[in-house]
């Protein structure tokens, strides 16, 4: 069975600019959360969505947004970037809440 | 919220050795669980574990809810558990996962 994944896995962009990143879920996970992880730091939580709905959101700008489709797949898009915004992305699924979470492989955005 | 602390901050080993690692929580948890961060950045799922204890191969794992700790064991190391070591929690109050400050595993040959 596919595990969680995540596209594209590299990304360079230039400050100002707008990036989506995309996620599928393992086949049955209806959670998909988003976690930023900046070198040298632990992941931080940027969103959770359940069932198509927003369940969480992390201490994020509203430049941060995400959203999860019919099929449980889910994008987090990032207006405006700044360089700060440079990090790993992970992506990671649950069956529901009290669940482990398995993560993506991550997408390395840079922003030059 | 919820603060998650891990010991040591960083460990060397020499291929074969055990060792323990910590994670401290400041607050009720319904859920825990143990992550692998290799190299490459993969995060790979170890235990989920709030409370008891677990076991797979080389690595263990316990959870004393009550007590807000848990340990993971890793026996007869090897090069290949070389990377970051995370544990993360769910408390009550919340639905996002909190990381802890990670221990960084090197094995040497």
């Known amino acids: 069975d596919a595990g969680v994944t995540q596209s594209p896995t590299h990304l360079i962009k230039t400050r100002g600019q707008h990036v989506t990143l995309r996620c599928s879920p393992i086949?049955?996970?209806?959670?998909v959360s988003w976690y930023q992880q900046v070198l040298g730091q632990g992941p931080q939580f940027i969103f959770q969505?359940?069932?198509?709905?927003?369940?969480g959101r992390g201490n994020f700008p509203d430049r941060f947004s995400a959203r999860q489709f019919p099929n449980y797949s889910s994008e987090l898009n990032v207006n405006a970037l700044l360089l700060g915004d440079s990090a790993l992305y992970l992506c990671?699924?649950?069956?529901?809440?009290?669940?482990?979470?398995?993560f993506g492989n991550g997408t390395r955005l840079t922003v030059t | 919220g919820i603060q998650v602390e891990q010991s040591p901050p960083d460990l060397i080993l020499q291929e074969g050795a055990n060792s323990t690692l910590r994670c401290n929580f400041s607050?009720?948890?319904?859920?825990l669980q143990w992550f692998h961060q290799n190299p490459w950045g993969q995060l790979i799922n170890l235990f989920y574990?709030?409370?008891g204890t677990k076991q797979n191969g080389r690595l263990s794992a316990t959870t004393v809810a009550t007590e807000r700790y848990s340990l993971l064991y890793i026996s007869s190391s090897q090069t290949t558990d070389s990377g970051v070591y995370f544990c993360?929690?769910?408390?009550?109050?919340?639905?996002?996962?909190?990381f802890g400050t990670g221990t960084r595993l090197q094995v040497f040959p």
């Open positions: 993360a929690v769910l408390s009550y109050n919340t639905d996002k996962l909190i």
């Open positions: 990671a699924s649950s069956s529901g809440y009290n669940s482990p979470l398995h």
């Open positions: 607050d009720s948890v319904n859920n």
């Open positions: 969505y359940y069932e198509k709905e927003e369940r």
């Open positions: 086949s049955g996970h209806k959670s």
């Open positions: 574990i709030p409370s």
